[in-house]
C-alpha cells in the first residue's frame, strides 16, 4: 500500500504542533568554531542541577547516532565516526549513509526528527547541529549563539591544533561555511541571526560571565 500524501502531511503537522508545547524547556547553542561551547554547555548543565530541583542533560553528537539508527545505518558503519574530529564526524555519516540511501532528504528529515524528538522531552541543551533552526517554533525555548571576532578564533585554534595561522584561517572560514549550509537546510524564512534569542561575544565576555547569563535569562523566563 502506497503513502497518503493528505494523510503524511497532517501526521507531520500534529507531530509538529505536539512538540511545539513540549512540557521542558530546552536551550539551544550555536557556535562559531573555535567558540567555547562544550565547556559553556557543560558548566550550565552543572549549575541548573546544583541550583534547581530539575535535571537536565546536553546532547551533541549523540543526535548522530540516533539519525543514523532512525535511518537503519548498521552500529558497524556509524562506530568508527567518534574517532574523529567533529568535522569529520558530520561528513563522514553523510557519506556513509550515502550508501544507503539516494536522497539527502531522508538523511536531513532524520536529524530533524531526532533533534525535535529530544526536544521534546525537555530539560536539555542541544548544542549544534541545526538545533536552533529546528527547534525554532518551541515555546519553552532559549536559543543561544557563541561568536567571536576571526582574529581571537584563529589564535585559539593555532594554540589547541598546532597549526600556522593561515591554515587555521582557511580551517575556520572553511568549517564556519559548512556549518551555515547545513543550517540553511532547516531555515524556514529569515537569515541565520534571526534564530538566535541572544549571540554572546566570547572574545570580550569570559565563560563564566556567558553561563551565569544565560542561567539567569532562563530564571526569569520561568523555564528553570
Same mark, same amino acid.
Given at each position: ?62 543526535? *548522530?547516532?540516533?539519525?543514523?539508527? &532512525? ?5 558497524? &558503519? ?60 518551541? &515555546? ?10 576571526? &582574529? ?10 598546532? *597549526? ?52 539567569? *535569562? ?7
Amino acid at each position: 500500500m502506497g503513502i497518503d500524501p493528505t494523510k503524511y502531511a497532517k501526521d507531520r503537522i500534529k507531530e509538529r504542533e505536539k512538540s511545539k508545547k513540549s512540557g521542558g524547556a530546552i536551550v539551544t547553542i550555536s557556535r562559531e568554531f573555535g567558540c567555547p561551547a562544550k565547556t559553556i554547555t557543560k558548566d550550565l548543565v552543572t549549575l541548573i542541577n546544583k541550583t534547581t530541583g530539575h535535571r537536565w542533560s546536553y546532547v551533541s553528537k549523540e543526535i *548522530l547516532a540516533e539519525s543514523a539508527k &532512525e535511518l537503519g545505518i548498521p552500529p558497524s &558503519e556509524i562506530k568508527h565516526f567518534f574517532k574523529y574530529h567533529e568535522q569529520g564526524v558530520f561528513d563522514g555519516m553523510l557519506t556513509a549513509i550515502a550508501k544507503f540511501y539516494a536522497s539527502d532528504h531522508k538523511i536531513y528529515n532524520a536529524i530533524e526528527k531526532t533533534i525535535r524528538s529530544i526536544g521534546n522531552k525537555g530539560n536539555v541543551i542541544i548544542v549544534g547541529r541545526g538545533g536552533a533552526a529546528i527547534c525554532n517554533d518551541f &515555546e519553552k525555548a532559549l536559543h543561544i549563539r557563541l561568536m567571536a571576532p576571526l &582574529e581571537w578564533r584563529v589564535e585559539k585554534i593555532m594554540q589547541y591544533y598546532k *597549526l600556522e595561522k593561515g591554515k587555521a584561517t582557511r580551517f575556520i572560514l572553511d568549517y564556519d561555511e559548512k556549518r551555515k549550509k547545513f543550517m540553511g537546510h532547516f531555515l524556514k524564512s529569515g537569515a541565520v541571526h534571526s534564530l538566535f534569542d541572544v549571540i554572546y561575544n566570547c572574545k570580550s565576555l569570559e565563560k563564566r560571565d556567558i553561563v551565569h547569563s544565560i542561567y539567569d *535569562l532562563l530564571k526569569a523566563r520561568k523555564m528553570l
